[in-house]
């Protein structure tokens, strides 16, 4: 799959911004957190289509093509059923899309667990599949050895600790983790992990703010948080529960917007004007010419 623009005419929706930027590269991302700081946090957002990367890109340092991609787009009660190729498909539209952000695609449940060489197989199908520049995977201490093998052998790892969507059925639900001192202590262990190991990045989700504080201020790689506190080193939100597209969002997330409603005004204007027939009027109707 190519992952460059072919087209180029005015009337192309994929016309590529009149004036590209640079994209970021992940060495540029790690670099940000110099002596246990960043010199500003790290935005990052999910995106899943190459129009949401070309709105999102000028604003974001990386655009994350999450597995939530699962319940976002595609319906699913969790991100257990998500493929590699649905990842494959969505991180290409979104490298399509974008020329400054670093793009980074998780890799789905069942993709990379099982072992070192699963897991490099899976990520190096990812990334030729798509241009993305990196893989992110969930999990600790137990993925240390599988991000060492990837980052040793040319794929960028960003981690993800404290609550991991893909372990629901173990975790029993999506309950912000880390309020008992073990389950504290082996979260803060886990990222210290990933960070020994490699991982560019870590993202922490869902956990109380204390843990987030001790692994930002513990571990070298820059951490990404969503659900964990304003002193990590960067933020991440799921675009759509920022946009207001749906009703019902987890408690940490701040909407921006009510895309919802606007969609649901706009597709209810149409409704109408094709009803009472005002909808083509002249402007959107082609007449012989005279
Ligand atoms: O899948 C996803 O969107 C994520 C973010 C919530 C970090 O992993």
């Keep these: 799959m190519s992952?460059?623009?072919?087209?180029?005419?005015?009337?192309?929706?994929?016309?590529?911004?009149?004036?590209?930027?640079?994209?970021?590269?992940?060495?540029?991302?790690?670099?940000?957190?110099?002596?246990?700081?960043?010199?500003?946090?790290?935005?990052?957002?999910?995106?899943?289509?190459?129009?949401?990367?070309?709105?999102l890109d000028e604003h974001c340092d990386m655009l994350l093509v999450g597995d939530s991609l699962g319940q976002v787009i595609y319906g699913l009660p969790s991100t257990i059923p998500v493929t590699l190729d649905m990842m494959a498909n969505h991180a290409a539209a979104v490298v399509r899309g974008s020329y400054h952000s670093v793009v980074i695609v998780d890799m789905p449940f069942g993709s990379y667990?099982?072992?070192?060489?699963?897991?490099f197989?899976?990520?190096?199908?990812?990334?030729k599949a798509s241009g993305a520049a990196a893989v992110k995977l969930e999990g600790g201490e137990a993925m240390a050895e599988t991000i060492a093998f990837l980052s040793q052998r040319g794929i960028p790892v960003m981690g993800h600790v404290g609550l991991t969507p893909?372990?629901?059925?173990?975790?029993?639900?999506?309950?912000?983790?880390?309020?008992?001192?073990?389950?504290?202590?082996?979260?803060?262990?886990?990222?210290?992990?990933?960070?020994?190991?490699?991982a560019f990045a870590i993202v922490i989700e869902g956990v109380v703010e204390p843990i987030a504080v001790a692994i930002t201020e513990q571990v070298a790689a820059p951490?990404?948080?969503?659900?964990?506190?304003?002193?990590?080193?960067g933020q991440v939100l799921v675009v759509d529960d920022m946009l207001g597209m749906f009703e019902r969002v987890p408690r940490f997330v701040?909407?921006?917007?009510?895309?919802?409603?606007?969609?649901?005004?706009?597709?209810?204007?149409?409704?109408?004007?094709?009803?009472?027939?005002?909808?083509?009027?002249?402007?959107?109707?082609?007449?012989?010419?005279?």
Excluded at 15 to 37: E, F, H, S, Y
Excluded at 113 to 119: H, I, R
């Design 121 to 127: 197989e899976s990520a190096s199908q990812l990334l």
């Design 113 to 119: 667990e099982k072992s070192p060489e699963q897991a």
């Design 166 to 198: 893909q372990a629901v059925n173990v975790l029993g639900g999506y309950a912000a983790r880390g309020r008992s001192d073990s389950e504290a202590d082996k979260i803060v262990g886990d990222a210290r992990a990933l960070d020994e190991a490699g």
């Design 3 to 55: 992952t460059t623009f072919q087209l180029d005419t005015s009337t192309s929706r994929a016309n590529p911004t009149p004036a590209p930027m640079r994209r970021l590269t992940v060495p540029k991302i790690r670099a940000r957190k110099q002596d246990g700081a960043v010199d500003e946090p790290l935005v990052m957002l999910t995106a899943y289509t190459a129009r949401q990367a070309q709105l």
């Design 254 to 290: 701040k909407k921006y917007g009510d895309i919802a409603s606007a969609i649901s005004d706009c597709a209810a204007q149409y409704a109408a004007d094709v009803r009472d027939r005002s909808f083509p009027g002249p402007d959107q109707t082609y007449q012989p010419k005279k």
């Design 223 to 233: 951490t990404i948080g969503i659900g964990a506190s304003s002193k990590c080193d």
